[in-house]
């Protein structure tokens, strides 16, 4: 019954915006399916190149990340909530399960996996595909592994960022992997942007703290995922006191979706990160929470 109503907006859409009266002549000769398809390959036609070359990008990315099975961001627009320590443990807790995993440090202008990971090899940049380094039996990257000096600023505007991105998905051998965290970048501006339109995730999960101001940011990582139609897997709050917040219940509500646990406030992660060593693999209590938060991903 809609179909009629449809298809004379859809003309009415050609006429405004211009199209060829050639090819609105010739939208007749379809079914409405066939008209719509044809409508499409039309649109094509008259998109602006850049939005063309984005789209063949994400293809080509598709293809090259084709033997990672399962793509998971780990997300908040607040820093200093504890994604990477999130990340890494997680990483970790996967892959001594006996699962292929990766680790991508997305955070591409403050890096911080490798010093958690105790990493102080560069990456060959001599030719492509970069190839990431193996600690643990973990394939990971970083710009920090990329960079002469890993406390020098790199001090990138948007473009360069997104490049950078990309290159870690199109350029990069990451090979048969099972799981790929990635530690996105804090905001809602290029850096997750870009990922989230090149990179199909499975989900991300949000980070968040106690703080009333950490779910504030927290709730807008989540609009913004909703937005780029990516799932939400989950809320993890982090230097949690045991019980959850009235922050964290708040923002589970309003992006209606889980909890997926909790991580205690716990000097364990601080010495775990100096000494370039999860706590997963010394602290026993860490090791139960993400656990317990690696199990609840996988359903």
């Known amino acids: 019954m809609r179909q009629p109503f449809v298809a004379v907006l859809v003309l009415q859409c050609l006429v405004l915006t211009r199209f060829p009266v050639s090819h609105i002549m010739d939208f007749h000769k379809y079914s409405f399916i066939g008209a719509l398809r044809y409508l499409c390959d039309i649109m094509a036609e008259q998109m602006h190149p850049s939005f063309m070359n984005v789209i063949k990008q994400k293809e080509r990315i598709r293809g090259k990340m084709a033997g990672v099975k399962h793509r998971i ?4 627009a607040k820093g200093g909530v504890g994604k990477t320590t999130v990340s890494v443990n997680l990483a970790y807790t996967l892959a001594g399960s006996g699962r292929r995993v990766g680790l991508l440090d997305a ?9 958690f990971l105790g990493i102080s090899e560069r990456m060959d940049t001599s030719s492509l595909p970069l190839k990431p380094i193996v600690k643990n039996g973990i394939k990971v990257a970083s710009t920090a592994m990329l960079v002469d000096d890993e406390k020098r600023p790199i001090i990138w505007r948007g473009p360069m960022v997104a490049k ?3 290159d870690f998905f199109e350029n990069t051998e990451w090979g048969e ?8 970048s804090p905001g809602t501006s290029d850096s997750p942007l870009s990922l989230m339109q090149l990179l ?6 949000i980070v968040t703290t106690p703080q009333r101001i950490a779910g504030i940011n927290s709730l807008r990582s989540g609009l913004m995922a909703k937005r780029m139609n990516v799932p939400i897997l989950g809320v993890v709050e982090n230097m949690s006191s045991g019980q959850i917040s009235e922050s964290t219940k708040d923002l589970i509500s309003r992006l209606d979706t889980v ?3 909790t991580v205690a406030m716990n000097s364990a992660h601080n010495a775990a990160s ?10 026993k209590k860490s090791k139960e929470e993400f656990l317990s938060i ?6």
């Open 259 to 261: 909890l997926l646990g």
């Open 177 to 184: 992997l099972d799981y790929l965290i990635i530690d996105l």
């Open 164 to 166: 950078m991105i990309a």
């Open 73 to 76: 961001g780990v997300y908040s």
């Open 200 to 205: 199909d995730l499975d989900g991300i999960l």
């Open 294 to 299: 690696s199990e609840r991903i996988l359903g």
């Open 107 to 115: 955070d591409i202008d403050c890096p911080n996996i490798s010093m």
């Open 274 to 283: 100096d000494s370039g060593r999860p706590s997963v693999l010394s602290d």
